[in-house]
């Protein structure tokens, strides 16, 4: 186990590696083993990149993120273009089907996202793209995830494949239980990036409504 200045030291340097995050902007503590990040950025997306960065070390597992979010006023586009934004994001972006769903702007910059997908990474997916956007301080994803009917051993069968190609180092070391449309993740991995690419698989698979998440790092 990591000290708690070694996981500051780590983090810090994490964060000053990433080209997306303004290290400079970023205050870092650690308490009995629960990282702290503070300070002010400019945007939504600036605050999760520090946020995935931070997860991305060794040790982290538990985190307070309390960047605040305070964009130059000056440059920040009014909530109808904003709506414009979010539509033409979404639009574009080939992995969300863009026809079924639809945002509402309010209070200079907070993002409702509402509508059906198939699978919870296209729920993701939208709410990625619109966190990137210039002006968006909050987004509020009420998406629903209507997968098609998909028979246990079936749904059990897909997901176990593409955790075979997604992460086949991990495969051997995580369970997966199909509980209707829910699957729970049990097991080891080595690190938060294989942990990602882990419950990917499966939050990709159409059928999946629900993701329970117990795998282990270490």
Same mark, same amino acid.
């Given at each position: 186990?990591?000290?708690?200045?070694?996981?500051?030291?780590?983090?810090?340097?994490? /964060?000053? +590696?990433?080209?997306?995050?303004?290290?400079?902007?970023? =205050?870092?503590?650690?308490?009995? =083993?629960?990282?702290?990040?503070?300070?002010?950025?400019?945007? +939504?997306?600036?605050?999760?990149?520090?946020?995935?960065?931070?997860?991305? $070390?060794? *040790?982290?597992?538990?985190?307070? !993120?309390?960047?605040?979010?305070?964009?130059?006023?000056?440059?920040?586009? !009014?909530?109808?273009?904003?709506?414009?934004? $979010?539509?033409?994001?979404?639009? +574009?972006?080939?992995?969300?089907?863009?026809?079924?769903?639809?945002?509402?702007?309010? !209070?200079?910059?907070?993002?409702?996202?509402? =509508?059906?997908?198939?699978? /919870?990474?296209?729920?993701?997916?939208?709410?990625?793209?619109?966190?990137?956007?210039?002006?968006?301080?909050?987004?509020?994803?009420?998406?629903?995830?209507?997968?098609?009917?998909?028979?246990? !051993?079936? /749904?059990?069968?897909?997901?176990?494949?593409?955790?075979?190609?997604?992460?086949?180092?991990?495969?051997?070391?995580?369970?997966?239980?199909?509980? *209707?449309?829910? $699957?729970? /993740?049990? *097991?080891?991995? *080595?690190? +938060?990036?294989?942990?990602?690419?882990?419950? =990917?698989?499966?939050?990709?698979?159409?059928?999946?409504?629900?993701?329970?998440?117990?795998?282990?790092?270490?």
């Amino acid at each position: 186990m990591k000290t708690d200045s070694e996981l500051k030291a780590d983090v810090t340097r994490e /964060l000053a +590696w990433d080209i997306r995050v303004d290290a400079t902007a970023i =205050g870092v503590a650690a308490h009995h =083993g629960v990282v702290t990040l503070t300070g002010t950025v400019a945007s +939504w997306a600036d605050k999760h990149a520090a946020e995935e960065a931070a997860f991305r $070390v060794a *040790g982290v597992r538990d985190l307070a !993120n309390d960047i605040e979010i305070k964009p130059s006023w000056d440059t920040t586009p !009014n909530d109808a273009e904003i709506a414009e934004a $979010v539509r033409n994001a979404l639009a +574009w972006d080939r992995f969300v089907p863009h026809e079924r769903l639809r945002s509402t702007v309010a !209070n200079q910059g907070t993002v409702t996202l509402t =509508g059906t997908v198939r699978t /919870l990474s296209e729920r993701d997916e939208a709410e990625t793209v619109v966190c990137k956007l210039a002006g968006v301080r909050c987004v509020v994803n009420q998406i629903a995830v209507e997968p098609p009917r998909v028979a246990e !051993n079936a /749904l059990h069968a897909t997901i176990t494949q593409a955790l075979a190609r997604h992460a086949e180092r991990e495969a051997e070391r995580v369970a997966v239980d199909v509980q *209707g449309d829910t $699957v729970v /993740l049990t *097991g080891h991995v *080595g690190s +938060w990036t294989e942990r990602r690419a882990v419950v =990917g698989a499966a939050r990709g698979t159409p059928g999946v409504r629900r993701v329970e998440d117990r795998l282990h790092i270490g």
